[in-house]
Each structure stands twice: as structure tokens, then as C-alpha cells.
């Protein structure tokens, strides 16, 4: 295993950045806290170069405005894997914007369609199985393990190496400008959201649209309150009571419901302090009607035939691609094309719903599609994928 700089003071983190500086490349990840708490925290930066691997201690009170300098300045050819999730947690965390991102999850996705995790690129490329056993480990907690420290320190040692061969695969498949568009594009369609409470969300919760009234009016509001209970406390709502849990107090006879609500598995900290709060909450709940259901809105029949002319469009480059067809163009970006109907390329453009390689090697064919007429022959410049290298 290679060595790594665990660094949780300032002049650690300077001298790190100034042999940063002069690499070509650097490598990231995060550890945040969000398997464990509402709002996820920022636990842990990994870095890796070619020869220096870092574990910078978000927690530890740092001045990290010069390494989201570093990040912004474009000087670096950054590497990730899954970087949507890192890029936002590092935007949520300090505002940083990223620049200049190499996504090896990505480049997996395009080369085989599948068996894209960390663990198995790096198993299929260097034949190294990594251990994943601190994956939903606590980030929060300090002093971290060497275990934890180890595990995390792996997730940035083999990404230059990844980045190298899968370059040189996407090179020799003429996949790279598509590769290096969608990068970008995914980059900068990354928005810190709020989160926001969905009142109607109970209804995802198996089980709820099939129970009786009452039963369905408990189960939304001990969904309601456990959201308020995590947020205040800052635990994640499954950890606060499970689905399980909540449809077994939902559920039961009324007058049973104390019984089943004191031997409920609820988590410690409510349960000693708010355990009446959620009490209050069932037997404050009313029924909902199969008429107070939230409403599925019906379609427009117009709305969905363009839906299907524009799946079937997909499908056809896809299969002469030899690519699955969510990589051509996504289910949610079909569905907006179809609504805002576009007349013409520069207003298909002007949506920004795809990247502009897209927008130019398949705008004309899913315009066509909306139109009703036969598209017609795809770019030249649009590679296809030999025999041996199609997905699956």
C-alpha cells in the first residue's frame, strides 16, 4: 500500500499545495457524512499525484481557500470517479467551481455500458481487488481508524493509472470529444439544491397506497414527523425509524399503538426525548381518501406520442452505435425535448439539456423525430463501436 499524508494542520496543507502545484494531475475524493445525518458534512479530501497522496481533515478547521483555488484555476487535469457527487459536495461544502474534470465512472460507462464501480475498473484494468468494507463507515467520528484512513486513501491511489488506460481506450474507439463534452457539460450542470420535504412523499413508502385510510393518514404523518425529528437532530431520517419500523406502528390497532410505539425500534436520542412528539403525531392523524391521494397527472396524448417517436429515435442510434440508449440521450431529456417542442437546432441548443456534441451529432435525427419525418444519416463523425466492443 502506498503511503499517505494525513493532514489536519495548516502548514501540513501548504507544503501539500505547493508540491500539488507542480504535478500535471491530481486525483480526488470525499467522505461525507450522509449515510449518518440529514445534512451531509464534508468529512475528508483524498489527493493523489503520481508520487504524493493526501487525507485532508475537513473537520480539523482549516483554510482551504487555496486548494479551491488550485481547483478552479483549470491548471490541473482533474480525476474522479462519479464526479456529479464529489464536484456537489465539495460546491455545498465551500462554493468551489471545478474545472477540467476526468471522470473515469463516465469513461467506464462509455467503453463497456457496465461493471462500472471503483472496485470492479480497478479489478478489469490492474487486476487489484480493493476492500470496501469501510464504505458506509462513520466520517464523522474522530479520531478516525487506520482502517478507515486506508480505505479512503484507495480511493484516489489507482485513478491516474485508470485515467491513462480508459484515455487511451476512448482514443482508440474515437470516443474522446464525446467523452470530454459530457464531462464538461456534467460539470457544470451541477446545482447545490435545498433540502425540501415532500409532503406527498409518503406514498413511496411500499405499502402505503394499499392500506386502508386511517392506516394511510398514520403512515403519513409519522413520515412527516420523522422528517422533522431528523432534521432537527441532524440524523438521517432511516436512522431515526426505518420504513419497517413505521408501517408496524402505522398499522396496528389503536389501542395496541403505545405498546407497539414504546418496544419500536426508534432511535435512542428521539426516543427519550421525543417519543410524545411522534405519539401526538398518530393520534393527531386523519385518514386520506383515495381522492386525497396526490394527483397523477394524465399526459398529454400529443406529449406522449413525441415521447415514444423520440425513444424510438434514441433506440435506432443506439443500436447502431452499439451502445446502451441511455447513454444516447436520457429518459428526462427526451421528456423535456418532447414538451418544449423545439422548431430547430439553435432552439434545441438553446435549452441546454444535453452537451453540444449531442445537440450537433443528434439534434437533426431527434428534430426529425418530432416532426414526424424520417431522419436521416446520422454524422460520419459519430463513431461506432466494433463487434467485440458493443454492449451488452
Sequence with gaps: MSNYTYIDRQHQLNLALSQISRSPYLAIDTESSGFYTYFSNLCLIQLSTAEQHYLIDTLAGLDLSD?????????????MHAAVSDTLELKKAYGWEINDVYDTLLACRLLSGSACSLASLVEAYLGIKMEKKEQKSN???RPLSKAQLDYAHLDTVYLPELMQRTQADLQEL????????????????????????????????????DAPPSVRGRIKALALVRDKLARE?????????????????ASCAPEKTARQLEAARIHPKVKSRDHGRIWHALTAAGSVSDAELPVQHTADP????????????RQSIA???????????SNRTLEEIARVNPPDRQSLAAMHVMNPWKTECYGGHLLACLRGEKPGTLSAKIPILPPEKRHS
Design 139 to 141: 466520517w464523522l467520528r
Design 319 to 329: 443500436d447502431y452505435r452499439g451502445m446502451q440508449a441511455a447513454l444516447i440521450v
Design 67 to 79: 486548494l479551491g483555488r488550485l481547483l478552479n484555476k483549470g491548471a490541473l487535469q482533474l480525476i
Design 174 to 209: 474515437g470516443l474522446l470529444p464525446e467523452f470530454e463534452a459530457e464531462c464538461a457539460y456534467q460539470i457544470e450542470s451541477c446545482i447545490v439544491r435545498d433540502k425540501e420535504y415532500d409532503p406527498d412523499s409518503f406514498v413511496r413508502i411500499a405499502g402505503a397506497l
Design 302 to 313: 400529443v406529449f406522449l406520442k413525441r415521447v415514444k417517436a423520440l425513444k424510438k429515435c
Design 233 to 249: 437532530y441532524d440524523i438521517a431520517s432511516f436512522r431515526v425509524f426505518n420504513n419497517d419500523v413505521l408501517l408496524q406502528i
